[in-house]
């Protein structure tokens, strides 16, 4: 009997239950029951080519991740929430191409540069740190240290865990080339930082303008 995967089964219950509570704590169940049944996962999503299915779960989970933060901001007035857009059928919409530009980056990088699932979490989750509400969060912790450390954590676990999850899933399927190549983290988050600026400038304008 394997204890480690019963006590992680119990917590991924736990914690989807106090979930119920605060929605965006569902993203740690997100992450456990995803590790639990990696193996029956991944043996589906190797039904189809690389590309289709690390995007496609990659999306998955970022709108999934969306989901729960639509839900967590449902009681709060529409001006204070935040999230992409106030409504939450237009917040998916641009969402999924968030997440999808997101997703490809990381796809295009991992087929060139060897990452391991720990660096594609806190690589992604610094990037979302200075872009969530456009660096307030960082901003915060000069202004609250305290209250805006323990902030800054959340934002970067809301951030970092769906690509590792994506990863996670896929990565057997990446060649695993050993690299020395001593800038890839800055490569990286030069990477995520042209395309969030990318979604901002160019692509979410677009979008409102076609979906209001």
Known sequence: MNWKRIAL??????????????????????WIFAYLFKEKISLLLNRFPLPV????????????????????NLSVPAEQRILISPNPALDLIYGFFYYMNLIVVWYLLLRKISYSKKEVFLIT??????????????????????EGSLYTVIVMFVYGIFPMITYLLCEERFKRTKTNFALKYIFAILALF???AIYGLFLLPLLKLVFG
Do not use: K
């Open 9 to 30: 089964m119990i917590l991924g219950i736990i914690l989807t239950i106090v979930g119920f509570g605060d929605t965006m704590l569902l993203i740690f169940p997100m």
């Open 53 to 72: 299915a690390f995007i496609g779960t990659g999306i998955f989970f970022g709108l999934l991740t969306e989901f729960f933060a639509i839900l967590n």
């Open 125 to 146: 989750g610094l990037v979302g740190i200075f872009t969530e509400e456009s660096g307030q969060v960082f901003l915060r912790i000069l202004s609250t240290p305290l």
């Open 194 to 196: 042209l395309q969030w």
